[in-house]
């Protein structure tokens, strides 16, 4: 609470204490010798000017200070109103009046200095975004009033009940016994998971719940983080459930955080490289282009594939800055290549919600001097799903200048026929899966069959990923696929490889090539390596 308003209160209490003192005072003299005070300045006898005066002030004390007072205890209730919005502005969530994260905060810190026997709860809603999207925000924030209202029903009342922001809430119980928490979080999720009334609809909600102790050696933020990750682990055993925070979590933390730091160190010393992949046309056999497949070219972890690193990079917001140094690199490379040869770059859906992405790819473009139309961006059906009209902004303005778009992994995602036609793709790519089980089964082979039917219907050139044998090639040339790429026709290749390939000569030479990042950090980092040092972090 402020401090300045503490210290008018307390003028204001010192004020109307000496003001009630002096009224009380007068009333006393006024009640003990008003009688005698009053004949003798009023009665009979030769009336004594000076009693009069005494006993008119005494009157007027008395009615001044009692105004006085009231006046006083009039602003001394205002400043107090004062001070509670103040502690409600500073320490309660408005939208539910449950604490706020800085109350709880404060609490866990009491909690922890008092060695009570305590634990925190993190509950986070599962899907809640589906309730805003679909009933907006005002039946959003119902929904919050009555999950706090739950929570608190089911929760001893010494408990600290707040909400963090958004759809998260959290308690500190102060209680340890793993049975009674248990039971107390089996009632919170169940009354949370029982459905909701608003207006004409019913809403259907429900929370997984991270649970720590909490103690003297821990920090706030320490519970906090514990509680955050036990939570994660719940959402991740299937969410509207429960788990309490152990030691395995705690060591898998800390290598995703070195994980998340190699990353970020990585980019910046243009240890993320692109490996190029072959496409060929399945009507003249012919090389059509190149997939840009990103690959760490780390020195404490080795050369390691997208699916060590991608989705860290996507989940710690570093999945932009990575993307394009890979393409950056990849258009340098390959900017000399034949000029029919097209390089397609991936785009995480991720990045597909920033309104600016259409804006730094044309950038790159433009800086490395790389044709536009020899560009295709391969994005997959999620990053339609975020928010449509940035995506089909950022499309448009890519298309304008001559880049191809294409659709990847068809199939897998929910992208409906109606998208298909209403967005501008120049190319739909079949998944992977459903290529390789091509032979196999009979479901995969009627999904592609009709994923290439379609594409004939818009006049979409359709590419097959995939490919590993000379069977399923056959296959999808008589299904009418036009394009394939796979490890029947090679594995993706260092660009250096691919010059050989398509007996180019080497072009930089060992000259330092100026629009690629600094290879010296990267040169320190792989000396470190072999040195067995880590990075400086
Ligand atoms: P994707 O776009 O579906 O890429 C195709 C993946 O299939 C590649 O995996 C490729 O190596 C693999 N592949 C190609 N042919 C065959 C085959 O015949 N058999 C099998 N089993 N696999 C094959 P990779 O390189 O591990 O990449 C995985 C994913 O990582 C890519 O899937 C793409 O979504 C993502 N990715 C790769 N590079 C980047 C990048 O620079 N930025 C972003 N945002 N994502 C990237
Ligand atoms: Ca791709
Ligand atoms: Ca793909």
Not at 40 to 49: I, Q, T, V, Y
Request: hydrophobic share 40%; charged share 25%.
């Amino acid at each position: 609470m402020g401090a300045n308003l503490q210290t008018a209160r307390r003028a204001l209490t010192s004020s109307h204490l000496i003001t009630t003192c002096a009224t009380l005072a007068a009333l006393v003299i006024f009640v003990s010798m008003g009688n005698q005070v009053f004949s003798a300045a009023f009665g009979s006898r030769p009336a004594d000017e000076t009693l009069r005066v005494a006993f008119i002030l005494n009157i007027a004390i008395i009615l001044f200070g009692w105004r006085r007072s009231k006046d006083l205890k009039q602003a001394l209730e205002a400043q107090e109103r004062a001070e509670q919005l103040a502690f409600e502005g500073a320490f309660v969530d408005h939208v539910t009046g449950l604490a706020n994260r800085r109350q709880l905060m404060e609490r866990l810190t009491e909690a922890a200095r008092e060695s009570r026997p305590s634990t925190l709860l993190l509950l986070d809603l599962d899907f809640f975004k589906n309730v805003n999207d679909l009933h907006g925000h005002v039946a959003g924030d119902q929904v919050l009033r009555n999950v706090a209202d739950t929570i608190k029903a089911n929760v001893p009342e010494t408990s600290c009940c707040a909400r963090l922001g958004g759809d998260e809430f959290a308690v500190i119980l102060h209680d340890s016994d793993p049975r009674a928490v248990d039971e107390i979080v089996a009632n919170i999720t169940s009354g949370i998971s029982r459905p909701f009334s608003l207006d004409r609809v019913v809403v259907h909600v429900s929370a997984s719940v991270g649970i720590s102790e909490v103690g003297p050696d821990k920090s706030p933020e320490d519970c906090l983080r514990r509680s955050d990750i036990a939570m994660y682990s719940a959402k991740r055993a299937g969410r509207n459930c429960s788990v309490w925070f152990d030691d395995q979590m705690e060591r898998e933390l800390f290598a995703r955080t070195e994980l998340e730091d190699d990353i970020r160190q990585g980019i910046a010393a243009g240890e993320f490289i692109p490996y190029f992949q072959p496409q060929i046309s399945l009507e003249t056999g012919g090389l059509t282009g190149f997939e840009v497949l990103a690959r760490w070219d780390s020195p404490d972890r080795g050369l390691l594939e997208p699916d060590s690193f991608i989705q860290v990079a996507e989940a710690s917001g570093l999945i932009g800055a990575l993307s394009m140094s890979v393409m950056r690199r990849a258009l340098v490379e390959s900017r000399d290549w034949p000029a029919d040869l097209k390089v397609a770059v991936n785009i995480s859906p991720v990045q597909f919600r920033d309104p600016k992405l259409a804006q730094q790819i044309l950038k790159i473009v433009t800086e490395v001097n790389f044709p536009p139309q020899r560009l295709e961006i391969e994005i997959t059906e999620s990053a339609l799903m975020e928010d449509r009209d940035i995506a089909l902004s950022t499309i448009e303005s890519l298309k304008n200048v001559g880049v191809t778009i294409s659709l990847d992994d068809f199939g897998t995602g929910y992208a409906s026929l109606s998208q298909l036609r209403s967005l501008p793709f120049d190319r739909i790519k079949i998944d992977k899966s459903f290529v390789a089980t091509l032979l196999g089964d009979p479901q995969s082979s009627a999904i592609v069959n009709s994923i290439t039917s379609l594409g004939k219907a818009l006049h979409l050139p359709i590419t097959a990923e995939g490919v590993e044998t000379n069977e399923v090639k056959d296959q999808l040339s008589e299904i009418g696929c036009s394009e394939a790429q796979g490890w029947l026709f090679g594995k993706a290749l260092p660009a250096m490889k691919v010059r050989e390939l398509l007996k180019l000569s080497d072009p930089a030479g060992d000259a330092p090539n100026q629009e690629l990042p600094d290879t010296t950090e990267r040169r320190d980092r792989h000396r470190r390596a072999a040195s067995g040092q880590r990075a400086p972090r």
